[in-house]
């Protein structure tokens, strides 16, 4: 049996480290995110989207996260269920509805661009219809942890589900592209973009580090009242105890 | 085959409650060992640990120097307040079911139906059966395939005096052939058995 | 292997009788596939059209029934305690549990697929391939399906969390299978579908089990 790594065993370090590092990753997004609003809303409009592409500026990096959140809950999972550590079940559990909001998130922004751009607030598009599998996912996570009667199998079965999402994910993404491209001729919408113009790149990028930044710190500020819960509970089960 | 049962400072916890700690037990060939312990104390669990279902905080269950996944594949019976009888099946089809599940046979389940008393029952299906008679059906599978340890929780709970005394013989058969018996019980066994009582932590400690 | 050719069969006999077994799912399948028209209208173009990717969905829905009893009752009743001890690995004993669910439903909902499809207004030349892609889509439906069942033991309202976590298993063969049987229909090839089709529900006869027995062992614990 490996032994687990000491950044899993020892809360007491992850609580040192996050206490100054959700604050420093928040301020980070404040900083990056005012360069690049401020660069977005200095950019010309898109020749073919207008001021549309705008949306693009919030899109981007909330698609980015919703995968992005996934993987770190199926990272966590898997640390959990290897190593049983509070803290990995707890990251895990904490980047569940963070990853569900920015999938949302993406979806209404989807939506939002989608109006003007392809005249209907919805398309069966192969990137918006495994956007919607992947919140279905994260819903069926947290449902199976809100359901639960035992934490600690909770927190078990809830990993499994993570890893068999992690598994699953690719084999969706790919399907639903096969699925597109296989119905192509039904769908008046052209499939995908065009390339964005390397005026709106800085931006775009500014703003998936401010928002990765952001994801970050609300991550760990969410770790951080997990484990605070855990142990508010562990002491009133032992005060009922006395 | 599992000659002895090793405790080894075993501490369990259930739901995030520490149960016990510190509990060790040795039990060789042909020797009974009551449970006892008020309600909740962690008989069930200890018996679920043995069995490889519940996972110990703590210490160590040996079997002699069997390997705990082969003991637990061949060498031990589980039978608990769940018996795992299907209601619609018949008795004739659960017995035979687990009795090859567990090693035996037909014949071998025939024989235990023999030894229990179950032949006039076998055709019913497990639901009309009386509780004391479903008891009696789990407890075949006992005999229906042999199994050198005998994991019991409560097993004597709905039958009556009669049968009580002649479940006793039949363990008392099993520890002569060398067996090893374990046992949850509120009411004392039929048989001669040591006793250990389980106590919580605080007052272990 | 005698012990698991008597697992498999006490599975599919306990299968065919839970909670009603393939009466209910053929019923349900049936009702489904009667509703479609009622909501939609009974012009016979605008049902052909849709007739055989309805027929596939209504089916990925009957099998979610009497999914989530398949862990459940043994669970409950103590049936599994037993079933783990055995040489026989937990894997494989789940693996016979929802190929015995496979063959007790999922084969029954096969032969009734080609039936609602054509009721619907599909073409008799379909029949084969929808038999054949709803037998293996219905494989890949029980053994991702028996993925939710075991981790939803434990849970409070069981049935409707292993639909939720389900059904997002279920998407790849849905789009598989009913890209398949339209591919068809318009004359176009339709082998890859089918191939991938059968690559994931062999995939999942091989990796489900796994993980099952891995969520079965925590509710057990």
Redesign the interface.
């Known amino acids: 049996m490996i032994p687990a790594p000491a950044f899993l065993t020892n809360p007491e370090r992850f609580m040192a480290f996050s206490r100054w590092a959700a604050p420093m990753f928040g301020a980070i997004a404040v900083i990056l995110g005012l360069a690049g609003l401020w660069l977005g809303w200095s950019a010309p409009p898109d020749y073919q989207q207008s001021w549309t592409v705008r949306i693009l500026f919030i899109h981007i990096p909330t698609a980015w996260l919703s995968e992005f959140a996934y993987a770190c809950l199926a990272s966590a999972s898997l640390l959990s269920l290897v190593w049983r550590q509070l803290l990995a079940d707890a990251a895990a559990q904490a980047a569940a509805p963070l990853g569900a909001g920015f999938t949302l998130l993406t979806l209404a922004t989807g939506s939002l661009w989608g109006r003007p751009e392809w005249g209907t607030w919805w398309v069966w598009d192969a990137r918006l219809t495994s956007e919607l599998?992947l919140f279905?996912?994260y819903?069926?996570y947290m449902?199976?942890r809100a359901?639960?009667?035992?934490?600690?199998?909770?927190a078990?079965?809830a990993a499994?589900?993570g890893?068999?999402?992690a598994?699953?994910l690719p084999?969706?993404h790919?399907?639903?592209y096969?699925?597109n491209t296989?119905?192509q001729g039904a769908s008046v919408f052209r499939s995908g973009g065009s390339a964005l113009a390397p005026v709106f790149f800085w931006p775009v990028i500014l703003m998936v580090l401010a928002y990765t930044s952001a994801f970050g710190s609300l991550w760990l500020v969410r770790i951080r009242g997990e484990v605070w819960r855990r142990r508010a509970?562990?002491a009133a089960?032992r005060a009922a105890?006395a | 085959m599992i000659r002895s049962l090793e405790l080894r400072g075993v501490a369990l916890s259930r739901g995030g409650r520490l149960l016990f700690k510190g509990l060790s037990l040795s039990l060789g060939a042909g020797e009974a060992c009551a449970l006892t312990g008020a309600n909740g104390s962690g008989k069930t669990s200890l018996l679920r640990a043995v069995a490889g279902l519940a996972a110990i905080e703590a210490g160590e269950v040996g079997f002699g120097g069997v390997d705990p996944a082969d003991a637990r594949a061949g060498g031990l019976h589980l039978a608990g307040h769940q018996d795992g009888l299907k209601p619609a099946r018949t008795a004739r089809e659960e017995l035979e079911f687990w009795s090859v599940w567990s090693g035996g046979d037909a014949a071998s389940a025939a024989g235990a139906a023999e030894a229990l008393e179950l032949r006039p029952l076998l055709d019913l299906e497990v639901r009309r059966l009386s509780a004391g008679q479903r008891r009696r059906l789990a407890l075949a599978r006992l005999l229906a395939a042999p199994r050198p340890l005998w994991l019991l929780d409560e097993p004597l709970s709905p039958l009556d005096a009669a049968w009580r005394e002649r479940f006793g013989a039949m363990m008392q058969t099993h520890l002569a052939g060398g067996g090893l018996i374990l046992a949850a019980v509120h009411d004392p066994l039929p048989i001669a058995a040591r006793t250990l009582e389980i106590v919580g932590p605080e007052m272990g400690a | 292997m005698s012990r698991f050719s008597t697992l498999l069969a006490r599975e599919t006999a306990l299968a065919w009788g839970r909670g009603g077994g393939p009466m209910v799912s053929v019923g349900f399948y049936a009702g489904v596939a009667t509703l479609l028209p009622l909501a939609i209208g009974p012009e016979p173009a605008r049902l052909a059209a849709i007739a055989p990717g309805a027929a596939w969905v209504a089916l990925a829905l009957a099998s979610l029934l009497s999914l989530d009893r398949l862990f459940e009752r043994d669970y409950e009743d103590g049936a599994l305690d037993h079933l783990t001890l055995s040489p026989v690995p937990l894997e494989l004993t789940c693996a016979a549990k929802c190929f015995g669910q496979w063959l007790a439903t999922g084969a029954p909902l096969a032969l009734a697929a080609p039936v609602a499809a054509i009721a619907l207004g599909a073409p008799l030349s379909l029949t084969p391939l929808i038999l054949a892609c709803a037998l293996i889509g219905g494989l890949a439906f029980a053994f991702t399906g028996g993925i939710g069942a075991a981790l939803s033991l434990g849970a409070r309202r069981g049935g409707l969390l292993t639909a939720v976590i389900v059904l997002p298993l279920f998407t790849p063969p849905v789009i598989f299978g009913g890209g398949v049987l339209s591919a068809f229909l318009s004359g176009l090839p339709w082998t890859a579908g089918f191939v991938l089709l059968c690559a994931y529900a062999l995939a999942f006869v091989a990796l489900g089990p796994l993980f099952m027995a891995a969520a079965c062992r925590n509710a057990l614990s």
Request: aromatic fraction near 8%.
């Open positions: 599998i279905l996912i819903l069926g449902a199976l359901s639960m009667d035992d934490e600690i199998k909770g078990r079965a499994i589900l890893l068999v999402g598994l699953i084999i969706i790919y399907s639903v096969w699925w296989l119905h509970d562990a089960l105890r």
